[in-house]
């Protein structure tokens, strides 16, 4: 077994009470188990910047009646044509929108797209789910 390091931190307590939540919720046996998934998923992140490639989804929700939306959401999506592969639009109420949309490409234009579309007045929610597929784009 490789060699143990020891973590303390200090969060304040409705932090901690939160934390407490997650790793109960999410079946962790422990906090240290979370942990290490946490720092992981960040390692992830970091290969993403190193140029591999990502495949995923962003999943939008906004609501239609905020003026422009529609069309700026379109807009963004066009100016990333490259990196689309596909878009699946579900309307779940009368005003709320519902987006799926499948990408693939660098890591760095993924994020950068999918940091736009959740910067726009109207949008709710924007999830970012990808994996990295290891393999460096040329
Ligand atoms: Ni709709």
Redesign the pocket.
Known sequence: MSDLMRLSLSLESPLWEKLETLVRARGYGNRSEFVRDLIREQLTEEEWKSGAEVIGTITLIYN?HQHGVTEKLVEIQHDCSEHILAAT???LSHEI?AEMIMIRGRGEGIKRLADELRRQKGVLHAGFSAGTTGEKLA
Request: aromatic share 0%; proline share 0%; with cysteine.
């Open positions: 239609h639009h579900v309307h929108c």
